[in-house]
């Protein structure tokens, strides 16, 4: 497993990035006592069509249910599918420019619905409407991981330029805080406003809690 999300009604959502032999580049979806409710994607096949993937880093699940997969570690896009698990479109190519990308390897939502990909190795965020249209991005940040709050606060795992979690408005990018001492690929903030980080490299998971 690589990304999760875990969507309005509980249920967890995983990729399953690495292939290996018959099992990998899949999107799955799963009870809390994990029972498998849905797989995207064909397990152990690598591709770029409407049923496959090539190392899928994240997804995320819109409040109606469309689903939206960063398939990012062998392919450069976006890919949306409706609440059933049916493609609906995919976005993106390798590329500098807006709506290219290099690496894409996080994604979430804000208040608006909006879409930020976290670009890594282009050193930025894009951010898309719904459709793949690209609306404004957020240089200077590779973000491997983040989180955004319900009041529009992104906190962003930045373990190889920022060195840190950056925590910023997520309507403006202001930059209001940034948290020192991790090495995260993944983030994710609790209720109660406490930062949890996932850092691979040293295989820790660190709790920073809210003063």
């Known amino acids: ?8 009604d509980g249920y967890i959502w995983t990729s399953d990035a690495r292939g290996v032999g018959d099992k990998g580049h899949q999107v799955m979806k799963f009870t809390q006592d994990g029972t498998l409710l849905m797989t995207l994607g064909t397990a152990g096949v690598a591709g770029d069509g409407e049923d496959t993937f090539d190392g899928p880093a994240d997804v995320a699940v819109a409040p109606n249910g469309d689903i939206f997969v960063v398939d990012g570690h062998g392919n450069n896009r976006v890919v949306k599918f409706n609440k059933d698990g049916e493609f609906v479109m995919s976005w993106g190519e390798a590329g500098t420019g807006p709506g290219q990308f290099n690496e894409p390897h996080s994604v979430a939502f804000d208040s608006q619905g909006r879409l930020f990909v976290g670009d890594r190795v282009n050193e930025r965020i894009q951010v898309f409407d719904q459709n793949g249209q690209y609306l ?16 529009d606060v992104i906190y962003v795992a ?7 979690i950056v925590i910023a408005n997520a309507n403006d990018f202001t930059e209001i805080g940034f948290i020192e001492n991790a090495m995260p690929e993944g ?25």
Do not use: C
């Open 158 to 164: 930045d373990y190889q330029l920022r060195l840190g």
């Open 187 to 211: 983030v994710t903030v609790d209720g109660m406003g406490n930062v949890y980080a996932g850092e691979v490299l040293p295989r820790n998971l660190k709790k920073f809690v809210k003063n």
């Open 136 to 151: 404004a991005e957020w240089p200077g940040i590779m973000a491997s991981g983040m989180d955004i709050t319900e009041d």
């Open 1 to 8: 497993p690589h990304g999760f999300f875990i969507d309005a």
